[in-house]
């Protein structure tokens, strides 16, 4: 298994394999991107978008972005997806580690679904908070 850092100007070269991928992470954000959103991110924002693949087939995709706080830098891991996951979850972490690394990050940050936990608990996954969605209005 591979895994490979998209650079911008092979980003429609990719799209057509790795869309429906990223239209799926997109339908866990409840509403907050569609899947064209995801790839405006790519396009617009300093983000990296990394691709999983053997022979000419892509298994899966990452998106992902360093962010700075005031007090420490972070590799965030905005939208997953792909197919057989157990293939490519090693090696892309493994990428993904030495990037951060490289960028000066401390750690490697997500959001999800709960699902997440399980996969990550052998690699030192830690839950540090819950996130909370509250409605603006109550609903009658």
Known sequence: MQISYVPLEYLETVWPQIEGYLDGAARYS???FKVEDIKH???????????????EFIYGAVVTEVVTYPQMKAL?????GGIELPKWKTPMLEVLQKFARDNGCNIIESYGRPGW????????????????????????
């Open 30 to 32: 409840h509403g907050r």
């Open 117 to 140: 936990e399980k996969v990550f608990t052998d690699d030192g996954f830690k839950k540090r908070f819950m996130f909370y969605e509250l409605p603006v209005e109550k609903e009658a």
């Open 41 to 55: 991110g790519i396009e617009t924002k300093p983000q990296q978008l990394w691709v999983a693949y053997e022979d």
């Open 76 to 80: 965030d891991t905005h939208f997953t």
